[in-house]
Each structure stands twice: as structure tokens, then as C-alpha cells.
């Protein structure tokens, strides 16, 4: 079964308007992490949000929100008040647990968001 | 700007050859990660170092092979290169053994292309 799994491939978004990206996982283990990147047509990985298992709120980051639903394996990145730099590739990334087994992330398929003026 | 520096940006080379990607962490991150993006295999993890030691493996060929030195910069050496060997080549860096809420901060990247 895919770890992470992003079911939208691309998406159009009207400028000033929210988006939600979709990011469903798959682990048993009860300390993970989940992580969203941003990777602009520049090529580059750029680090938005982070959601511990163990974090009690969901995670927010100036327009970036996550909407962290434990019991559904679902973490999905919430942009508000989009702007057309946000037009880019986001992945949605996991690491599980402790030890070696957690130093590495697991990358979904990444979802294209294209903001339109 | 991450803090993480990747060179060459751009390296075009043929089958068959060798290359040597080199990776400089963020100042004081002690760990190495390397990723290879590519359109068939998406965002994979290759390997970890940590502090000169390798501490976690992926995906990654026999024909590939990493280190860290002493001064924590790491080299990815691709050797007997394909033409499914081409994508682009992230290096990340944390200042932590397990990545933990710390998120790894990405390089510019090497886009390998092999002809």
C-alpha cells in the first residue's frame, strides 16, 4: 500500500481564494511525522508546515494551515487567500518513528496548484 | 535560501560513465540525507549519514554510493550510469540524527541528465 497518497494531480485556483490538498497515510506506528513542501518550477524543495502525531493542535504557518484528522490518516494542507506565487508542485511527506527507521520522509506523488489571476 | 549548497547545478554526462555529486550541509546540521526525484519514481530517499556514519539506506543502487567527511560536506558517486539514472538529485540536511519536528532542509538540487 502507498505511505502517503496525494489524490489530485492538479488543480486550478482562483487568486485570494483557499485551497485544500488532499494527503492521506498509512503507518502503524504511533510516532510519525507529516510534512508538507512547496517545490516551485525553479526545481527547489521549500519547507511549509510540519504535524507531529503527538500534536494536540493542528499545525498553522502564516496562510498555511494543516488539518490534521488523526483517526482518518489524513493531513491536508489548507492555503488561504492564495497568491499567484503560489502556483507550484506541494508534496506532503512522512517520517515514521524513532530511530533509523525515521530519519528518511516518504513522499507522495506531489498535487500542481496553479493560481489564476 | 536553505543554508544547503549542491553542486554542479546541471550535469550532463553519458552511459556508462561515473559522476560525483557533492552535497554541504547547513552549518551545524550534522545529517546528510540524498533524494532523487525523477518523473517515473517520483521523490525517493537514497541514504542518511549522520556525523560520518551512514545511518539509514532507501533505494539506493549498488552502483550508487555515498559518504560524509570529516567536515560533514557528503559526496553521492553514480557510477555505470543509465539512462533511467537521469533526474534531479536533492541532498537535505537537519541538525539531528532522527528528523523529529525538525524538517530537513532541501538543496537547489544536481539535475543529472544522461545521454
Known amino acids: 500500500a502507498q505511505k502517503i497518497t496525494q489524490t489530485q494531480p492538479g488543480m486550478f485556483v482562483q487568486e485570494k481564494e483557499a485551497v485544500t490538498l488532499d494527503c492521506t497515510y498509512d503507518?502503524?506506528?504511533?510516532?510519525?511525522?507529516l510534512f508538507w513542501y512547496k517545490q516551485p518550477s525553479s526545481g527547489e524543495m521549500i519547507f511549509l508546515i510540519y504535524?507531529?502525531?503527538?500534536?494536540?493542535q493542528n499545525a498553522t504557518e502564516g496562510r498555511y494551515s494543516l488539518n490534521f484528522q488523526k483517526a482518518r490518516k489524513s493531513a491536508n494542507l489548507v492555503i488561504s487567500a492564495s497568491q499567484l506565487g503560489d502556483s507550484a508542485m506541494y508534496f506532503c511527506?512522512?517520517?515514521?518513528?524513532?530511530?533509523?527507521?525515521?530519519?528518511?520522509?516518504?513522499f507522495g506523488g506531489g498535487t500542481r496548484v496553479l493560481v489564476k489571476p | 535560501d536553505s543554508g544547503v549548497t549542491q553542486t554542479p547545478k546541471h550535469l550532463i554526462t553519458a552511459t556508462g560513465q561515473r559522476v560525483t555529486l557533492r552535497c554541504s550541509p547547513r552549518?551545524?546540521?550534522?545529517?546528510v540525507y540524498w533524494y532523487q526525484q525523477s518523473l517515473d519514481q517520483g521523490l525517493q530517499f537514497l541514504i542518511q549519514?549522520?556525523?560520518?556514519?551512514?545511518?539509514a539506506k532507501g533505494n539506493i543502487l549498488e552502483r550508487f554510493s555515498a559518504q560524509q567527511f570529516p567536515d560533514l560536506h557528503s559526496e553521492l558517486n553514480l557510477s555505470s550510469l543509465e539512462l533511467g539514472d537521469s533526474a534531479l538529485y536533492f541532498c537535505?540536511?537537519?541538525?539531528?540524527?532522527?528528523?523529529?519536528?525538525?524538517?530537513?532542509?532541501f538543496g537547489p538540487g544536481t539535475r543529472l541528465t544522461v545521454t
Open positions: 537535505a540536511s537537519s541538525p539531528l540524527e532522527v528528523t523529529a519536528s525538525y524538517e530537513q532542509y
Open positions: 503507518t502503524s506506528d504511533p510516532s510519525y511525522g
Open positions: 504535524q507531529g502525531s503527538y500534536d494536540q
Open positions: 511527506a512522512m517520517r515514521e518513528g524513532p530511530g533509523a527507521a525515521g530519519n528518511k520522509l516518504t
Open positions: 552549518s551545524g546540521d550534522l545529517s
Open positions: 549519514y549522520y556525523n560520518g556514519e551512514e545511518r
